[in-house]
């Protein structure tokens, strides 16, 4: 089990950017693979980006290709998601996740979850 703490929503302007930051402690960081949820009112959550132990591996849902990026510190045992061209439809909140070894679309797969930062995209 990987404690998880996100950080870095905020409010931003339509086509901006930002950096969500997910700090994990526990010597299984290094061993686990981590995922980026969002969810928003009255809706399942959805799967945003996965990536894999080494930071080799990546995984996008379509409607974030091109325009997020995944990426991973195992010497800091941290998460980012870097955020680009932002629509309003990117609102949500923003979860951080963690599950052994490969990576997965599944919110049911993972094992830890962040309690979620909230990204506010105005028109």
């Known amino acids: 089990q990987v404690r998880l703490v996100e950080s870095g929503g905020r409010l931003v302007q339509a086509g901006g950017s930002l950096r969500l930051s997910c700090a994990a402690s526990?010597?299984?960081?290094?061993?686990?693979?981590m995922g980026w949820f969002r969810q928003v009112p009255g809706k399942e959550r959805e799967f945003v980006a996965t990536?894999?132990?080494?930071?080799?591996?990546?995984y996008y849902a379509d409607y974030v290709k091109g325009r997020f990026t995944i990426s991973r510190d195992n010497a800091k045992n941290t998460v980012d998601l870097q955020m680009n061209v932002l629509k309003p439809e990117d609102t949500a909140v923003y979860y951080c996740?963690?599950?052994?070894?490969?990576?997965?679309?599944?919110?049911?797969?993972?094992?830890?979850w962040g309690q979620g930062t909230q990204v506010t995209v105005s028109s």
């Open positions: 990536i894999g132990l080494s930071g080799s591996t990546t």
């Open positions: 526990g010597r299984a960081f290094s061993g686990s693979a």
């Open positions: 996740a963690s599950r052994w070894l490969t990576p997965s679309m599944k919110p049911s797969d993972y094992l830890s």
